[in-house]
Every structure is written in structure tokens, then in C-alpha cells.
């Protein structure tokens, strides 16, 4: 069984920062695609970013470019996403998510494609 623990949540003000992880047991984690994703109150949960099985290739949504990045180390069996410059419209439970991939450079940006997902860690930004 895949599990996913996302921690680094909190309550921050606005400009700062912050870090979250994610560890993943229970399947070879350079053999997983990861993801992490967000859902602010009232709204659906979207893809925040993503990177490859090897960590070569990461993918951002626009509206966090320049300010998120994501990583991860395959040794620690944990995927990072280091939050900067944090905005109000940033609030929302941040959930990690995994999926199987055989392609080394894939990443994945619809949630419908991950087959697991951590319960989620809650991000507040304060104005």
C-alpha cells in the first residue's frame, strides 16, 4: 500500500515563507511521478506543480511561476515544494499525489491521472 504524509503547513503572513514535504512508502519512489495540488475553500483543486520520476523536469501553474518550486530526493523518498512570496489567494489544504510512470521525463498536471494522494496539509496566508 502507497502512502503519502504531507507536513510544513501553517498559518504565515503574506510575503513570507514556507516548505513543504511529502514521504512516500510502500513502492520505489523514483518510480513515481509526483505532484502537488491545492484546494482553497470554496473552489475545485488545482494543480500547484509537478516534476519527473528523476526530478529532471518540474512544471509550475502560472499563477505560482517564480514564487513555488518543487523538488525531491529520491534518497529520502520526499518530494519538497518551497513556497515564496506567499499571497492571501495562496490559502488552501495542499495535498502531494503520486502515479506509476515509466516515461523518466513525464509530469503530470491533471489530478485525474494520479493514482494516489496524501490527506493534505493545510496552508493559511494572512494578509
Known amino acids: 500500500q502507497v502512502t503519502l504524509l504531507e507536513s510544513g503547513g501553517g498559518l504565515v503572513q503574506a510575503g513570507g515563507s514556507l516548505r513543504l514535504s511529502c514521504v512516500v512508502s510502500?513502492?520505489?519512489?523514483?518510480?513515481?511521478?509526483m505532484g502537488w495540488f491545492r484546494q482553497a475553500p470554496g473552489k475545485e483543486r488545482e494543480f500547484v506543480a509537478g516534476i519527473s520520476r528523476l526530478g529532471g523536469r518540474t512544471y509550475s501553474a502560472d499563477s505560482v511561476k517564480g514564487r513555488f518550486t518543487c523538488s525531491r530526493d529520491n534518497a529520502k523518498n520526499t518530494v519538497y515544494l518551497q513556497m515564496n512570496s506567499l499571497k492571501p489567494e495562496d490559502t488552501g489544504v495542499y495535498y502531494c499525489a503520486a502515479d506509476p510512470a515509466i516515461s523518466l521525463v513525464g509530469v503530470l498536471l491533471n489530478q485525474g491521472a494520479y493514482d494516489y494522494w496524501g490527506q493534505g496539509t493545510q496552508v493559511t496566508v494572512s494578509s
Open positions: 510502500g513502492r520505489t519512489f523514483s518510480s513515481l511521478v
